[in-house]
């Protein structure tokens, strides 16, 4: 196909430039709204534009410039998909008389878009290591402008309304909350882990000490950016990935020296601030924020009519439905597209999506992120988080074409009698 074939050159290709470019400044696009407010079917542009462009991508993949349109059975299933789910938007529209954008439920064509461009693109080593740094990198600004934010300035926030994209605005008064840099916390935690993921995938050995002070002072920080977050299942996922970042370097010798210099520094450090923001956002005393009776109702909703069972339940009807305690419908990405297009809808949806990202299962780590992946959907309405969605996806990408790049280059230094270690699973 005219675009792809370059991708897997010695060069970095166009098209792997525009998903890197998407990857660096997806995560900060919500403050370019403030300052230039442009809205796209009354949507914010600045989130539309970049799901745009790997549309073109995946277009392009489909329309071959010489070989005509060339489809595989995935476009085939992915098109039926879609074909269903307007089918049901529509008559929504006519049973429950609801009028919404299409634009609102781009979550149910956008992460396999996304998905099938990061399998088709993502090839050839210097594209994997070009896109590789790009995404570690933009998680780690991300990682620095939250505890920033945190000492600096925490008075200053990001004041926005998710239903409406013109009620955004900069706090210069704003009180201490969980750190959310600029996507909201959980969300934030999330992007954080996607690099920290990528980073424990790397080689432990170091060629020098400065590399290695670097390496490890980026690990840590990223760690704390996420604990900053106050979001529990990040947290749990990022000492997971720390553990095993730091269990790749029992033999390097530098990464010892770099941690016991870090170690010392961190120590001046804290020891000459008034507090340490940490252990008062954990979290872990709360409870679970009645995440039982948010498993529930979406079930006694689907339940209570054959309609509900064919087209999910009106939004009006879920927005106002509580159990006793009070506890809303939310914080699962399952029900959220079972209540929004039905449960045959959402098990085509989930198990089309699921077979294709099951794909990238190579490793424990790849095994890890896609478990990882699968449990924030159950206990966060994640499905809607675009940006997350993609550096996700990108990164399960990475991670699964980077461990076929070290099969080969495994198999060459074993005929050579020097089989390395540099890819082994956790």
């Known amino acids: 196909m005219i675009l792809t074939k370059y991708c897997t050159s010695d060069s970095i290709s166009v098209p792997i430039v525009l998903i890197a470019i998407v990857a660096f400044i ?30 073109t991508l995946y277009l392009s993949t489909v329309l071959g410039a010489k070989e005509g349109i060339t489809v595989q059975k995935s476009d085939i299933v992915f098109l039926g998909i879609m074909i269903f789910g307007g089918l049901i938007f529509y008559l929504r529209e006519l049973v429950y008389t609801e009028h919404r954008s299409f634009l609102d439920f781009r979550y149910i064509f956008a992460p396999t878009i996304f998905l099938l461009v990061s399998k088709r693109f993502v090839k050839g080593e210097k594209n994997i290591n070009f896109l590789s740094s790009v995404l570690i990198a933009t998680c780690f600004i991300q990682a620095i402008l939250g505890i920033l934010h945190t000492y600096l300035f925490p008075e200053l926030n990001i004041s926005f309304d998710p239903n409406n994209v013109k009620d955004m605005e900069f706090v210069f008064d704003a009180e201490r909350t969980r750190e959310g840099g600029t996507l909201g916390a959980s969300i934030y935690a999330n992007v954080i882990v996607c690099g920290m993921f990528l980073f424990a995938s790397k080689s432990s050995t170091q060629t020098s000490f400065r590399s290695s002070i670097l390496t490890i002072f980026s690990a840590v920080a990223m760690l704390y950016a996420v604990t900053l977050s106050g979001s529990r299942y990040p947290i749990l996922i ?19 020296a ?37 498993l529930l109702l979406p079930f006694e909703l689907i339940t209570a009519n054959m309609l509900h069972l064919l087209v999910g339940a ?45 794909e990238n299962i190579v490793n424990n780590r790849s095994f890890l992120f896609i478990v990882y992946f699968l449990i924030g959907l159950g206990i966060t309405n994640c499905i809607l988080w675009e940006q997350w969605i993609f550096l996700a ?30 890819w082994k699973g956790v």
């Open 238 to 256: 990022a000492g997971l990935l720390t553990l095993i970042f730091f269990s790749n370097s029992l033999f390097n010798w530098r990464h010892w």
């Open 258 to 294: 770099a941690i016991g210099v870090l170690a010392l520094l961190s120590f001046g450090l804290f020891a000459s601030m008034e507090s340490i923001e940490f252990l008062s956002i954990l979290r872990f005393n709360e409870d679970s924020g009645g995440r039982i009776d948010k």
């Open 393 to 422: 996806i990108l990164t399960v990408t990475i991670l699964h074409k980077r461990n076929q790049i070290g099969w080969k280059v495994n198999d060459k230094r074993h005929q050579q009698g020097k089989l390395s270690s540099d």
């Open 314 to 358: 009106s939004s009006e009807l879920t927005a106002n439905t509580f159990s006793t305690s009070g506890v809303g419908i939310s914080d699962n990405s399952y029900w959220l597209l079972s209540l929004q297009f039905g449960p045959i809808f959402a098990v085509l949806w989930f198990g089309f999506f699921i077979n294709l990202l099951k």
């Open 26 to 55: 997806f995560p900060f696009v919500n403050i370019l709204y403030i300052f230039y407010p442009i809205n796209f079917l009354g949507k914010n542009i600045w989130l539309v534009v970049p799901v745009l462009v790997i549309l």
